[in-house]
């Protein structure tokens, strides 16, 4: 599965880890985390991120 940065912070969506502070389990990939779904560090959108 795709890994995916947030362009404005750095951060990096792993599907291996997900984000389960806030609601993605581990083994989540990009393309099934919520719509909703922010980046937990800078709050930035989905469509903020790109294909690492
Ligand atoms: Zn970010």
Do not use: I, L
């Not at 083994?27 to 099934?32: F, I, L, M, R």
């Amino acid at each position: 599965m795709d890994r995916y940065v947030c362009d404005p912070c750095g951060y990096v969506y792993d599907p291996a880890e997900g984000d389960p502070d806030n609601g993605v389990a581990p083994g989540t990939a990009w393309e099934d985390v919520p719509a909703d779904w922010v980046c937990p560090v800078c709050g930035a959108d989905k469509d903020q991120f790109s294909k690492e």
